[in-house]
């Protein structure tokens, strides 16, 4: 049977084969996560030392994406695949590493269930259509941004530069927008963030917010047109309100202190493309 006849006319299956699949992207979405920071951080270290003519380190464990393959950071020893299936092996080991026993985050199967119930909605929602494969790979790199800014206040270049550009190849098939939308909503996106900038940083002498966020915005603004722009926007800074003033009544800390403005961009985005359309039109009916 045609595989595109199955999953069209058999929709619990598309979702199943969706949600374990997903687990799996979880699980990788972890290795992003942990890694790609540390690598960034590599290659500056190394850059710097080469610009003032300092040789390489020679002990540094050379990260990337595949390699090393996965191991205890405790007692090094590789976890083996049986211990490395999405969930069901932290289950099964009770959230310890199956040599020391050294406890593993919960933040590995949280990234994977999350991953899959969202990706799993995502499927639901737009059934086996090319809206679900580009409202996948916008989400999964979504909880990319949200978790590395979390850790590190870093939005790095090679996601949202990929979101970006992911945007922009969709829009040639009018998924979420069409192609002048997309690029309108890129370059708005970026110049909102940059100008708010440069008048902050002219008012008060302080930088209010990264490049990141500029790029991070371009990108949604080419993945879901310029018009969707100010909802984006309201709804991670109204979200971003809140947290900031709960943080700060929780941990006592009244003074100025720096949050990541991604994480709300990345939901308030997330909101955007799966019900932006019907909020807009339920406020333009309020309004008229």
């Known amino acids: 049977m045609n595989i595109m006849l199955f999953f069209n006319t058999n929709l619990n299956a598309f979702l199943a084969v969706v949600g374990i699949l997903s687990l799996f992207i979880g699980s990788f979405l972890n290795v992003v996560i942990y890694r790609l920071p540390r690598m960034m951080e590599q290659n500056w270290s190394e850059e710097c030392r080469l610009y003032l003519g300092l040789k390489p380190h020679a002990d540094n464990e050379k990260l990337n994406l595949c390699l090393p393959f996965s191991h205890c950071p405790r007692c090094k020893k590789n976890i083996r695949p049986w211990h490395n299936i999405p969930l069901f092996s932290y289950l099964w080991l009770r959230g310890h590493c199956a040599?020391?026993?050294?406890?593993?985050?919960?933040?590995?199967?949280?990234?994977?269930?999350?991953?899959?119930?969202?990706?799993?909605?995502i499927a639901w929602k737009f059934g086996f259509t090319i809206q679900t494969l580009a409202a996948l790979l916008f989400t999964w790199v979504g909880i990319c941004l949200i978790f590395i800014d979390l850790d590190f206040h870093l939005l790095p270049d090679q996601l949202t530069l990929s979101l970006l550009w992911?945007?922009?190849?969709?829009?040639?098939?009018?998924?979420?927008?069409?192609?002048?939308?997309?690029?309108?909503?890129?370059?708005?996106?970026?110049?909102?963030?940059?100008?708010?900038?440069?008048?902050?940083?002219?008012?008060?002498?302080?930088?209010?917010?990264?490049?990141?966020?500029?790029?991070?915005?371009?990108?949604?603004?080419?993945?879901?047109?310029?018009?969707?722009?100010?909802?984006?926007i309201l709804l991670a800074s109204v979200s971003g309100i809140i947290f900031a003033v709960a943080h700060m009544i929780i941990k006592r800390r009244f003074k100025s202190v720096p949050l990541p403005f991604g994480p709300y961009l990345a939901v308030a985005g997330w909101i955007a493309l799966l019900w932006g359309q019907e909020i807009m039109q339920l406020y333009l009916q309020t309004i008229l």
């Open 166 to 232: 992911l945007g922009a190849f969709f829009s040639l098939f009018n998924v979420f927008c069409d192609a002048h939308t997309a690029i309108i909503g890129a370059i708005v996106g970026y110049l909102i963030f940059a100008i708010t900038q440069f008048f902050f940083k002219a008012a008060t002498g302080k930088i209010g917010m990264g490049q990141g966020d500029f790029k991070f915005l371009a990108a949604l603004g080419a993945c879901l047109g310029w018009q969707l722009l100010p909802l984006v």
């Open 99 to 121: 040599y020391c026993h050294a406890p593993i985050s919960s933040r590995y199967p949280f990234v994977e269930v999350l991953t899959a119930i969202v990706s799993t909605y």
